[in-house]
C-alpha cells in the first residue's frame, strides 16, 4: 500500500532553514509529479512548489526566492529546502504525488496521493 511520509519540519527563528523530505514507498510504477503544499490555519491549502509532469518546477509566490524544492526519482523522494523562513511560512507542510500508479491486492491504479502533513512553526 502506497504511503508517503513526510519528515523534516519543526519550529525554527525567523531567518533560519529547515529542509522537508518525503518519500513515497510501497509498489509503484510511476509517478506523474510530486510537490509540496501548505495549510495556515483558517486558510485554504495552497501551493508552495511542485515538479509539473514535464518536469518543470512552480513556486507559489511567497516563497519564490527563499524554498528550493528537488527531487530523487529513483527513490521516490522529494525535498523543500527552505531558507529565510518568516513567520508566515507557519503552516502544516503536505507532500502531494500526483497521478501515482501502484498495484495493490491484484488491483492496478492511478490515484493522487497526499502525506500526513507536517507541522513548520517560525517563531518572530
Known amino acids: 500500500q502506497v504511503q508517503l511520509v513526510e519528515s523534516g519540519g519543526g519550529l525554527v527563528q525567523a531567518g533560519g532553514s529547515l529542509r522537508l523530505s518525503c518519500a513515497a514507498s510501497?509498489?509503484?510504477?510511476?509517478?506523474?509529479?510530486m510537490g509540496w503544499y501548505r495549510q495556515a490555519p483558517g486558510k485554504q491549502r495552497e501551493l508552495v512548489a511542485a515538479?509539473?509532469?514535464?518536469?518543470?518546477?512552480n513556486y507559489g509566490d511567497s516563497v519564490k526566492g527563499r524554498f528550493t524544492i528537488s527531487r530523487d526519482n529513483a527513490k521516490n523522494t522529494v525535498y523543500l529546502q527552505m531558507n529565510s523562513l518568516k513567520p508566515e511560512d507557519t503552516a502544516v507542510y503536505y507532500c502531494?504525488?500526483?497521478?501515482?500508479?501502484?498495484?495493490?491486492?491484484?488491483?492496478?491504479?492511478?490515484?493522487?496521493?497526499w502525506g500526513q502533513g507536517t507541522q513548520v512553526t517560525v517563531a518572530s
Open positions: 515538479f509539473s509532469s514535464g518536469g518543470s518546477i
Open positions: 502531494n504525488a500526483d497521478r501515482l500508479c501502484t498495484s495493490y491486492g491484484g488491483s492496478y491504479s492511478c490515484l493522487g496521493y
Open positions: 510501497g509498489i509503484i510504477f510511476s509517478i506523474n509529479a
